[in-house]
Antibody, heavy 116, light 110 residues
């Protein structure tokens, strides 16, 4: 079965950087696109980024600051987050794409707190 | 990209049916059959309930069904059960090659 485990969350000061990792198992990683979705405390879901064989896409709120990448040899997707702001504070979920840009299977999330 | 519009809350009694809506534009919901619905219990990761407007992943109860008309998608839950109480989110692919979520609907089972 699909298993996704996020890591790398923590507390960072405004303007700082953090890299999240998501280790995948239970499926042929190279064949699937991957998403990052976040959820601020007490708020709704916000799509962040997407990567597949032909490139990556970002929400306007993170474009130019966040970079999604993948290492197919390690079955891992990453989210490099730079110039972090307090409003980036959220639980970050990675998710395996199913079809139609739909996150099908989700990890349990990693909490990122941006605070001085 | 503006969030899709969902009612803040809906409620129903056990055994009843409820329908919740998700309204977008002709650049997202109205343009593509790529609408999904997620169930999220407090403190848990979201769970996919419906994808591509009408399709259920394996393991999801057939009490859950989806539909779409124009720029509005809907999720119907029949035979409401206590464990259905959760937050529900819709999402759609957009013409900007992004994904947009709705603000979420809190379902209360009375």
């Amino acid at each position: 079965q699909v298993h996704l485990v996020e890591s790398g969350g923590g507390v960072v000061q405004p303007g700082g950087s953090l890299r999240l990792s998501c280790a995948a198992s239970g499926f042929t990683f190279i064949n699937y696109a991957m998403h990052w979705v976040r959820q601020a405390p007490g708020k709704g879901l916000e799509w962040v980024a997407f990567i597949r064989y032909d490139g990556s896409h970002y929400a306007d709120s993170v474009k130019g600051r966040f970079t999604i990448s993948r290492d197919n040899s390690r079955s891992t997707v990453y989210l490099q987050m730079n110039s972090l702001r307090p409003e980036d504070t959220a639980v970050y979920f990675c998710a395996k794409d199913g079809s139609g840009w739909c996150p099908h299977n989700w990890g349990q999330g990693a909490l990122v707190t941006v605070s001085s | 990209q503006s969030a899709l519009t969902q009612p803040a809350s809906v409620s129903g009694s056990p055994g009843q049916s409820i329908t919740m809506s998700c309204t977008g534009t002709n650049s997202d919901v109205g343009a593509y059959n790529y609408v999904s619905w997620y169930q999220q219990h407090s403190g848990k990761a979201p769970k996919l309930m419906i994808y591509e407007v009408i399709n259920r992943p394996s393991g999801v109860s057939d009490r859950f069904s989806g539909s779409k008309s124009g720029n509005t998608a809907s999720l119907t839950i029949s035979g409401l059960q206590a464990e259905d109480e959760a937050d529900y989110y819709c999402s759609s692919y957009t013409s900007s090659a992004t994904v947009v979520f709705g603000g979420g609907t809190k379902l209360t089972v009375l």
